[in-house]
Nanobody
């Protein structure tokens, strides 16, 4: 059973930065793509970013391009999400997830973490 554990969330002022981490259990981390999604209260869970197994391919939601950067360290079984120039509308619970490909759709992901709260104050 794969476990994904997110960390790094918190309260930050608008314009600030946060770096989220997601660490996976097991020995197969480098065999899978990883993604980040987020869910704000009363809204659907939405795609944020994804990265392929070897980091060659990255995908971003249009509203995050230029502000967020996804990366991974396969030696540490960890994927990161660097978030800069944060806005109040970025407030949400952020989830990491595992997939075979760096997909934009939730259905492609079969393992999910519990999420970490990010709150951006204005």
């Amino acid at each position: 059973q794969v476990q994904l554990v997110e960390s790094g969330g918190g309260l930050v002022q608008a314009g600030g930065s946060l770096r989220l981490s997601c660490t996976a259990s097991g020995r197969t981390f480098s065999s899978y793509a990883m993604g980040w999604f987020r869910q704000a209260p009363g809204k659907e869970r939405e795609f944020v970013a994804a990265i392929s197994r070897s980091s060659i391919t990255t995908n971003y939601a249009d509203s995050m391009k230029g502000r967020f950067t996804i990366s991974r360290d396969n030696a540490k079984n960890t994927v990161f999400l660097q978030m800069n120039s944060l806005k109040p509308e970025d407030t949400a619970v952020y989830y990491c997830a595992r997939s075979l490909i760096p997909a934009r759709t939730r259905d492609e992901y079969n393992y999910w973490g519990q999420g970490t709260q990010v709150t951006v104050s204005s």
